[in-house]
Every structure is written in C-alpha cells, then in structure tokens.
C-alpha cells in the first residue's frame, strides 16, 4: 500500500510554471507506474501524463506536450509535475495517482490503485 501526497499548486499567471510533486509513504515505490491527472470545475478527472516504474519512459497528452515534464526520483519516492508556459485552461485540481497493475501507462482512472488528496492551480490570464 502507498500514500500519496501532492504539494506545489497555487495560483500562477498565464505564461507561468509551477512544479508539483507527490511524494509517496509505504514501500516499493518503485514497484508503481505514476501518472497525474486534472479536474476543472463541473467537469471529469482526466489524464495528464504518466511515468513508467524505472521512469525510462514518460507520456504526456497531446495537450500539455511540450509544456509538461514529468519525472520520478525513486531514491526519494517522489514524482514531479513541471508546467510551463502554463494556460487558464490548465486551472483544475491535479492528482497524482498510483498502478501497480503493470509497467505500462495508462490512461484510465479505474486502473489506478492509490491517489493523492490533489492540490489546486489556478492560472490567471
């Protein structure tokens, strides 16, 4: 079992970064795939990107490619989120969750075993 915690979020203007980072308690970090994930007001959680157990290989969806890096340190069991050049459409509640299931990245919610509370982004315009 994992207990994810998410830490970073605030209110930045457009243009902006911020970096996330979710830090897991309990064993064998590295034994899951991490992905994070977003939900704006009235609306569905939805996929951001993942990171492979190793962190070897990532995947971004198409709407943050290029602005989003995402990277793992499993010596310290965390997870990182860095935007840039961040948008008012990126204003939701950012997630990061947990697969133990197998060392692939997926999109779907129902996949992942653990998630973090969240932490809120606000981008300005």
């Known amino acids: 079992q994992v207990r994810l915690e998410e830490s970073g979020g605030g209110l930045v203007q457009a243009g902006g970064s911020l970096r996330l980072s979710c830090a897991a308690s309990g064993r064998s970090f590295s034994y899951y795939v991490m992905a994070w994930f977003r939900q704006a007001p009235g609306k569905e959680r939805k996929f951001v990107g993942g990171?492979?157990?190793?962190?070897?290989?990532?995947y971004l969806n198409d709407s943050v490619k290029g602005r989003f890096t995402i990277s793992r340190d499993n010596s310290k069991n965390t997870v990182s989120l860095q935007m840039n050049s961040l948008k008012p459409e990126d204003t939701a509640v950012y997630y990061c969750?947990?697969?133990?299931?197998?060392?692939?990245?997926?999109?779907?919610?129902?996949?992942?075993?653990?998630w973090g509370q969240g932490t809120q982004v606000t981008v300005s315009s």
């Open positions: 969750a947990a697969d133990s299931t197998a060392d692939v990245i997926r999109a779907g919610i129902y996949v992942y075993d653990y």
């Open positions: 990171i492979t157990r190793s962190g070897d290989k990532t």
